[in-house]
């Protein structure tokens, strides 16, 4: 797959890794993991670890993450709070937008070339779409000047709608709203699965919907799924897997979702990065995930599965 449109776009691929020891413990071993399997990157999740209180940079659990991840032969991505909306109403904007400025600091400190955040959403009954979309650019338009001065790209991510969202850009509406905003420090983060999800929520052309996006987008996450939206109830993973519902965050190939298509014809903006998000659960396909990864870039052979 050499001579892809995905593979002369990409410029180093990596996964995000599954930390959660609020001290770090848990950091060297993982970051040790990630050198012998030779990434280019490792995605750093800040929303699961105790570094912003009310908005505010913790000063030493900061310096703790910087010593931690000195010294290593890759760079850094990082996915910031999940929480962010910058689409929320006028009472509630002003703390997302403390978190996120907080998120590009801490981005800033460990040398995170992007720093990942998902497109807003629209909650509240009384608010009308056209408004949190126009509220959303400002936001982004601010931020975009601080993580330019830090030297962080933004990649705002397509998600789906769940409940209680009413709204939620589809992948070719955050295209829309990136172009308009047209700052060089935000991208976009194409995110394959959610956009299948959205699309099949919202009857859309998964296909034209990705093709729509990826010039946009600075940085993908990969992970499979059924691209089918989560209306049944389930306990545990297992059961979602075998439903085939949600986001399942599987496995390239375990899915449905046409990689070797997508591989052949989705064209990112030059310079993107390859990020696998890989649930806990199926991290024993890891080493061959990044296999995958290398294959839908043209630097290795396709798996026969795939």
Avoid at 3 to 32: E, H, M, Q, V, W
Avoid at 68 to 76: I, L
Avoid at 94 to 101: F, I, K, P
Avoid at 237 to 251: F, I, N, S, V
């Amino acid at each position: 797959m050499e001579n892809t449109t995905l593979a002369r776009s990409i410029r180093g691929i990596g996964y995000s890794i599954r930390s959660t020891d609020p001290n770090f413990a848990d950091l060297p071993a993982k970051l040790d993991e990630a050198e012998a399997l030779g990434v280019d990157f490792v995605e750093l999740p800040l929303f699961c670890w105790t570094l912003i209180a009310n908005g505010q940079v913790m000063r030493e659990p900061l310096e703790r993450l910087v010593r931690a991840t000195r010294g290593r032969p890759f760079g850094y991505t990082a996915h910031g709070p999940l929480a962010i909306n910058l689409m929320e109403t006028p009472a509630r904007i002003g703390a997302h937008a403390a978190l996120l400025d907080a998120a590009i600091g801490v981005a800033q400190a460990v040398e995170a070339e992007h720093l990942v955040i998902h497109t807003g959403c629209v909650r509240d009954p009384d608010e009308t779409f056209a408004v949190g979309y126009a509220r959303q650019r400002e936001a982004l338009q601010r931020a975009g000047d601080r993580a330019g001065r830090a030297g962080v790209t933004l990649c705002v991510e397509n998600i789906f709608r769940f409940a209680p969202m009413r709204e939620t850009a589809s992948p070719s509406r955050l295209a829309s709203e990136i172009d308009a905003i047209a700052h060089p420090s935000v991208r976009a983060t194409l995110d394959v699965s959610h956009a299948y999800l959205r699309c099949a929520d919202g009857k859309l052309d998964p296909v034209a919907e990705i093709a729509a996006l990826a010039p946009y987008a600075r940085h993908i996450h990969a992970h499979d799924s059924f691209g089918l939206p989560s209306v049944s109830w389930a306990m545990d993973e297992a059961e979602r897997l075998g439903l085939g519902e949600g986001d399942l965050h599987l496995p390239i190939g375990w899915g449905s979702l046409p990689w070797k298509t997508l591989a052949a014809s989705l064209t990112p903006e030059a310079g993107a990065i390859l990020n696998l998000e890989l649930h806990g659960r199926y991290w024993s396909e890891l080493p061959a995930q990044i296999d995958m990864l290398r294959a839908l870039t043209g630097r290795a052979p396709l798996p026969r599965a795939a």
